[in-house]
């Protein structure tokens, strides 16, 4: 199994421990980057991608591991947009 299913089954499991680097990889290798308006966008970051709406979400702090309602959002998201079978 490569990297990028190893991390997608790992996504599709919503485990407590979910990193945002792991989403930012994942959401990557569906074709999405991230965008923030500059220093003032705070913890706000936008994932684009062409052809598709924009992924919204809040980058988590203090520690960097994602709730599970959040990588539900983004499944959900990814499934609607035809990028992932359900």
Known sequence: MARQEK???????????FTWDE???LLR????????????SGSRV???RTGHPPINLH???????LRRYQL??????????????S
């Open 7 to 17: 991390l997608l089954a790992r996504f599709r499991r919503h485990p407590a421990d």
């Open 23 to 25: 989403l930012v990889r």
């Open 29 to 40: 290798s569906f074709g999405y980057e991230a965008k923030s308006k500059g220093r003032t």
């Open 46 to 48: 936008r994932f684009a």
């Open 59 to 65: 980058r988590p702090h203090p520690d960097a591991i």
């Open 72 to 85: 539900r959002q983004v499944e959900e998201f990814l499934i609607a947009e035809g990028l992932l079978e």
